[in-house]
């Protein structure tokens, strides 16, 4: 009998470490000669996902960890001459609402999401990026990357995008969409993506940029929150920068006393001039909440 119980108490914790055991995926495209640009359109109802630069020239490979064996990703890639396309799709089987999405944002004290997705991406080729997140977290270094236009969207997710190297995207970033409905947007090292055009959408929640250094070619910032903050750094007063601001009453702005008024919430800095290559203009909407320049 003893020796009995002394197997069930040995077997107890392996049982529990069978219930949360985590099933690995591998998806990849591999190199071809001649391949030129890659679309990837990536999707996934609850994870942690991290998209960076690989070591290896597989113009896409996909690392995942999921915590469900019987929800099973859908992975497929086709090449058209010089072109890739890439999609994966991993749907929730159970179909949680937007409403259970945000309640367990808001009141869950685990960091976990279930799964976790490690996107690599290589420097030999033209990325154009579309990103369906659910809810979760993601963390995007564009480090070393030639990416063309980076969209992302979720539910209820917290998005970093930065540069974990000092050199500046591959090319020039056409176009940079966020929209998300609850969470936060953190864009670091703004100046090294060189984005012509920024478009983040916060329903509620925060976004904070950092455009600390500046950048060498012209761009547009639109930065929209229906209730939260916005936080943005700008650079040196010597670069051309123009914000047009657009609050209400139950907003509280707080802007540094260097910038000029040249309009109704409209500033620049001593370096604004309109026919600058390197004009810096943003457009900030705060419906309630708080909107901060430094």
Request: glycine share 8%; charged share 20%.
């Amino acid at each position: 009998m003893f020796k009995k119980l002394c197997l069930v108490f040995f077997l107890l914790p392996l049982a529990g470490s069978w219930v949360h055991a985590q099933f690995v995926r591998e998806y990849r495209v591999a190199p071809k000669e001649g391949i030129e640009t890659v679309s990837l359109n990536f999707s996934t109802y609850k994870s942690q996902t991290q998209v960076k630069r690989s070591s290896g020239m597989d113009p896409v490979s996909i690392h995942g960890h999921l915590l469900q064996a019987n929800i099973l990703p859908d992975f497929r890639s086709s090449t058209l001459k010089s072109a890739v396309t890439a999609s994966l799709v991993h749907k929730n089987i159970e179909s949680d609402n937007l409403g259970k999405s945000i309640t367990t944002k808001l009141f869950s004290t685990s960091n976990g999401f279930d799964h976790t997705w490690d996107v690599g991406l290589s420097s030999g080729y033209r990325y154009d990026l579309e990103f369906n997140l659910g809810m979760g977290t993601a963390d995007f270094d564009l480090s070393q990357l030639a990416i063309s236009t980076l969209k992302i969207k979720s539910a209820s997710a917290d998005v970093s995008i930065h540069n974990s190297s000092t050199a500046s995207n591959l090319i020039g970033m056409d176009t940079l969409l966020v929209t998300l409905n609850m969470g936060i947007v953190d864009l670091s090292q703004a100046q090294q993506v060189q984005a012509k055009k920024v478009i983040i959408e916060v329903n509620y929640g925060e976004i904070n940029l950092n455009y600390g250094l500046g950048q060498t070619s012209k761009g547009q910032v639109i930065a929209a929150v229906g209730g939260g903050s916005i936080y943005l750094k700008l650079p040196p007063e010597s670069n051309p920068v123009k914000i047009r601001m657009i609050t209400t009453p139950l907003c509280r702005t707080s802007v540094p006393d260097y910038l000029r008024a040249i309009g109704e919430d409209v500033f620049v800095t001593k370096g604004y001039a309109a026919s600058d290559p390197r004009l810096l203009e943003f457009i900030l909407d705060v419906g309630v909440g708080a909107l901060t320049i430094e």
